[in-house]
């Protein structure tokens, strides 16, 4: 899968281009680790900004920011 992905990697791509590659990342199971990650990256975030010691409006200004990356279509 690797060598077809670099086939890719750097090259002007077609639109059937950009679908194959998706599948590459589905099928090797790429783009569930990257959502799994995604996820822990969003809590360790809330966690972090809720224990600053910083203006309330701030910090639901930050928790706000996270949220919108969180529910925005990928």
Do not use: C
């Not at 194959?20 to 990256?41: C, D, P, T």
Request: hydrophobic share 35%.
């Amino acid at each position: 899968k690797l060598k077809e992905l670099l086939k890719y990697y750097g090259n002007e791509t077609k639109e059937q281009d950009a679908k194959k590659v998706q599948e590459i990342f589905e099928e090797s199971g790429a783009l569930e680790y990257a959502n799994k990650m995604m996820e822990n990256m969003f809590y360790k975030a809330k966690t972090d900004i809720a224990r600053l010691q910083i203006d309330s409006t701030v910090k639901y200004i930050l928790l706000g920011l996270i949220t919108y990356l969180e529910l925005r279509e990928k």
